[in-house]
């Protein structure tokens, strides 16, 4: 069960990446189905694969920071468009 720190901290993940690549669209925050603790917010991701990567490399940062400062394993996972609809 998703608990509301963890939304919270979902959303803020979310925000700071759509600072920085506003083409991304928010989908939904599930629970990996390997990890049990482990939390994913999955997006729609850039078309550019150049961003793709570069968005990556700053969601890992963000990404680690919240484990350090929360310890809550949250990452971005990439969504389809019919997960979206």
Do not use: C
């Not at 600072?19 to 991304?24: A, G």
């Not at 917010?41 to 990404?63: C, F, Q, T, Y």
Request: hydrophobic share 40%; glycine share 4%.
């Amino acid at each position: 069960m998703i608990n509301l720190k963890q939304t919270e901290l979902s959303h803020q993940l979310f925000n700071q990446l759509k600072q920085h690549y506003p083409e991304i669209e928010w989908v939904d925050i599930v629970e990996s189905g390997i990890y049990p603790d482990h939390l994913w917010v999955k997006v729609i991701m850039p078309e550019n694969e150049d961003r793709e990567i570069e968005m990556g490399h700053l969601a890992a940062e963000l990404s680690t920071d919240i484990l350090i400062d929360y310890g809550y394993h949250i990452t971005i996972s990439s969504a389809s468009l019919a997960e979206a609809a």
